[in-house]
């Protein structure tokens, strides 16, 4: 009986080699995850899910239920939330401390430790993100686009004007977006994302810590953009939120 149990699983593990699907597990993502803390937990490259993935049409936007593939994943894990050490990751490219609270962690010289995220602080109210580029709006939040509407706000700068982070952060993505362009996406405390399009160049990568006011990139008119502009889009929990309300006033 014993026998004839592993006889099967044998078979149906020849079957899903001969198959071509890999060994990995079903993560179901839970509200606030994103795709590069998943991939910083299971210890799998982002462009590795997101091929097992086609589905995921914008890395960046994830929803809470929808079910990724993790190549080569033996076990479900749970992901930590932002500014915390990513539990199982063999390296990490970003600058954490190896626990927090640890004044011992070591650091690298240069880098600078993460702010961690004030549980409950009432951040949300306080938040005030600084102008990510200076110039006009050509376009608000919500404003409709043929059958969509616009999740951001469009800045309008001259191309290679500097593109600054809004808030301290860690960058989640940079890179290629169909429509996008070349787009930096950052991650902020209590569940803030930020979002800058269109760029002709991206100065950080995927894991970078960035402080605020730093510049990260160059304004362009990379992907769907008539001329050159920075969208910008602020994110809670993965919805976008018109940005004007969290800009300090004036610009
Ligand atoms: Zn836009």
Known sequence: ????????????????????????????????ETLYR????????????????????????????????????????????????????????????????????????????????SEDSGAEKSLRFLWPARGQIT??????????????IDIAAPEGAPIVAAESGQVIFSGKISGYGKVIVIEHASGFVTVYAHNRKNYVKAGEWVERGQRIGEVGKTGRASGPHLHFEIR???TPVDPLKYLAKGG
Not at 2 to 13: D, E, G, N, S
Not at 96 to 103: I, L, R, V, Y
Not at 145 to 151: D, E, Q, S, T, V
């Open 139 to 152: 376009s608000r939040f919500g404003e409709r686009r043929g059958n969509r509407a616009h999740k951001g």
């Open 38 to 117: 998943i991939s910083q937990t299971y210890g799998v490259p982002m462009e590795k899910i997101m091929k097992h993935n086609p589905q995921i049409k914008d890395p960046t936007l994830l929803i809470a239920g929808d079910k990724l593939f993790i190549p080569g994943a033996s076990e479900v894990k749970e992901v930590p939330p932002p500014g915390r050490q990513t539990a199982g990751s063999h390296e990490q490219r970003g600058s954490k401390p190896k626990s927090h609270g640890d004044a011992k962690a070591q650091s690298i010289p240069g880098e600078k430790p993460p702010r961690q995220p």
């Open 236 to 238: 809670v929990n993965n």
């Open 1 to 32: 009986m014993r026998f004839l149990k592993i006889a099967i699983l044998a078979l149906f593990a020849s079957c899903l080699c001969q198959c071509g699907t890999p060994y990995g597990v079903w993560h179901k993502v839970k509200r606030g």
